[in-house]
């Protein structure tokens, strides 16, 4: 399974950008969970957010009413649309896809995002 995350950028503060993360591989891609997580310098890697197999999304608190997370079974990829961006959201984006069948987790290379204040 790879996964190849693609979108992030330098972006000023309340301004918007989008995420893209495409899943390839010998895989049925909807029977995987995927979501992001994100890791800011000196920080330890958190969740962001998820979407699960029947289409459910989840969201760190701090990302809730910002961001927004989709899947598109058919092109076997996870999105991020992230509004309102904070200078707090400078991290580097990783997207991440986890079977159904299996309790292990596939990574992308990362994104950076960069907000300016």
């Known amino acids: 399974v790879q996964l190849q995350a693609f979108g992030g950028g330098l972006v000023q503060a309340g301004g918007f950008l989008r995420l893209s993360c495409d899943v390839s591989?010998?895989?049925?891609?909807?029977?995987?969970?995927v979501g992001w997580y994100r890791q800011a310098p000196g920080k330890e890697r958190e969740l962001v957010a998820t979407v699960s197999t029947g289409g459910i999304a989840d969201y760190a608190s701090s990302v809730r009413g910002r961001f927004t997370i989709s899947r598109d079974n058919t092109e076997r990829a996870v999105f991020l649309q992230m509004d309102s961006l904070k200078p707090e959201d400078t991290a580097v984006y990783y997207c991440?896809?986890?079977?159904?069948?299996?309790?292990?987790?596939?990574w992308g290379q990362g994104t950076q995002l960069t907000v300016s204040s």
């Open positions: 991440y896809a986890r079977p159904t069948y299996r309790s292990v987790d596939y």
């Open positions: 591989g010998r895989i049925i891609f909807s029977r995987f969970h």
